[in-house]
Nanobody, 121 residues
């Protein structure tokens, strides 16, 4: 069973950096893809980034490309979302998600609980 744990989030000042982590703490066979989506107030949920199990294949949404990046830890069950030069428009609930297949376009079966990131001075 997949169990996604995503600590962190909170209040961040514009222009700052934030690194989010997500751990697949489940006990069953690994997922092939893990990623992040976000949902801002009054908006639909949108894709942010995805990475495959080896860490060699990744995709980042055009809206955050150049500021956000995604990576895998050596243990393969943890991913990171590095958020640089954050903007007020990045304020959203961020969800970690996973799937047993790396799909194009990205699609996910398993979801974390979501955590709020607020960018404000």
């Amino acid at each position: 069973q997949v169990h996604l744990v995503e600590p962190g989030g909170g209040l961040v000042q514009p222009g700052a950096s934030l690194r989010r982590a997500c751990l697949d703490a489940g006990s069953t066979p690994e997922t092939s893809a893990m990623g992040w989506l976000r949902q801002a107030p009054g908006k639909e949920r949108e894709f942010v980034a995805v990475i495959n199990r080896s860490g060699r294949i990744a995709s980042v949404a055009e809206s955050v490309r150049g500021r956000f990046s995604i990576s895998r830890a050596g243990a393969k069950d943890t991913i990171y979302l590095q958020m640089n030069r954050v903007e007020p428009e990045d304020t959203a609930v961020y969800y970690c998600a996973a799937d047993r297949a790396y799909r194009t376009p990205p699609a996910f079966t398993y979801w974390g609980q979501g955590t709020q990131v607020t960018v404000s001075s």
